[in-house]
């Protein structure tokens, strides 16, 4: 899951060469979008994130914490073994009381070897919002958590994707580990051994799950032109960093999976909402609210995938961004949010497998 581009190799999508231009000409454009200024914020509960190793080589413990409280688990693996696997997602009462785990929504992805269809369907369900589970666990009780067990088999290549939001009033600690295909995940994981990491990295608990950005002041189209959010760029918006519980060393979420964000919008008139991948392909889904109106929207949502046709960019797009300053040119693929007046929220969160950053971009209904 691993495909977030450096800052600086594609952050504007451009299809021609362009020469330097000056921040005074650059107003002139038609095509030129500005940045809009956001206040943002971190809240929320413990993410809890696997996916490291993300190709998975031999029998083991994938990843392991405890946690309590509000939490979100993501993980993304791939049976990178000639062998039929068994995935498994363990949770454990570490307490002397009954507990109980209470699962408030959630998304997964049947077997699959597409990345972007694994990652497309999961963040779909996950976004629909419409599942929930409780899981009961006795005094110092293990029990493995598989909704649907066919979707926790893996033949040779296949992945596996899955992210839910659950609350726990006692503390809990989650196993997730790859096993033969018949075994018992309860009995292999008293002789399992912790994986390592593989050169990605990335797998961690994280603080504070949820990221908010509003708009510091209303979009006016009239006066503001074309404007964008840039999202998951590490500069604008820092990825989160971690622990890794399995050695206790610092780890940085590349790409924030996992986090949930909060994109508040307010606009004076009618403002069309489009999304633009920077980092290459790219395969999502979002939900939106807008007065009474809500509902999921798949970015793209006439296709698996777009972003393929991101040409790198040069110079002179890389120094008038760092000036707050973008393109938009003929060749920037562009996923249709609706059109939106007044106050619109977007609830986003980066797709597994999809490529980092991307750009809301604003624009008048005209």
């Known amino acids: ?90 949770f454990e009462n570490t307490s002397n009381a009954k507990t ?11 077997p699959n070897r597409n990345f972007f269809s694994v990652g497309k369907i ?10 929930s589970d409780r899981i009961e666990l006795a005094p110092y009780e293990r029990k493995v958590y598989q909704p649907h067990e066919k979707n926790f088999r893996l033949a040779p290549g296949q992945l596996i994707h899955g992210v839910c939001d659950f609350t726990a ?9 790859m096993c033969s295909e018949y075994a018992d995940p309860l009995h292999y994981l008293t002789r399992a051994e912790i994986l390592p990491k593989d050169a990605h990295q990335l797998r961690g608990t994280f603080k504070q799950m949820n990221r908010t950005l509003t708009l510091k002041r209303p ?15 590490n ?16 780890v940085v979420n590349y790409g924030n999976y996992g986090i949930n964000y909060t994109l508040n919008f307010s606009t004076r008139f009618a403002t069309r909402f489009c999304l633009s991948p920077l980092g290459g392909k790219y395969a999502g889904a979002l939900r939106y609210k807008c007065g009474t109106a809500s509902g999921v929207i798949q970015t793209p949502h006439n ?14 797009v890389a120094q008038a961004r760092e000036a707050g ?23 986003y969160s980066p797709p597994a497998a999809s490529n980092l950053p991307v750009n809301i971009i604003l624009m008048p209904k005209e």
């Open 1 to 90: 899951m691993n495909h977030v581009k450096n800052f600086f190799a594609t952050v504007l999508a451009a299809s021609v060469m362009f020469a330097p231009i000056s921040a005074a000409h650059a107003e002139r454009l038609s095509t030129i979008m500005h940045k809009l200024e956001v206040f943002s914020g971190d809240s929320g509960g413990t993410l809890i994130l696997s996916d490291s190793p993300e190709y998975v080589r031999r029998n083991g413990i994938l990843y392991t914490d405890t946690v309590s409280g509000d939490a979100r688990l993501l993980f993304y693996h791939l049976n990178d073994t000639y062998l039929h696997k068994r995935f498994a997602v363990i």
């Open 325 to 347: 300053i973008a393109l938009m040119t003929d060749g920037m693929e562009l996923s249709e949010l609706g059109t939106y007046r007044g106050r619109v929220t977007f609830e």
């Open 100 to 110: 109980v785990v209470k699962i408030t929504r959630g998304g997964l992805s049947a």
């Open 235 to 250: 500069v604008n918006d820092p990825f989160k960093r971690g622990i890794d519980a399995t050695d206790g060393s610092e």
């Open 122 to 131: 999961a963040q779909t369900m996950y976004m629909e919002d419409d599942f």
């Open 169 to 177: 009033d006692k503390p809990v600690r989650i196993f997730l580990l």
């Open 303 to 316: 296709r698996l995938y777009f972003g393929d046709n991101m040409p790198p960019e040069n110079e002179s």
């Open 219 to 233: 979009y006016d189209g009239a006066r503001d032109g074309l404007g964008y959010v840039l999202i998951g760029d």
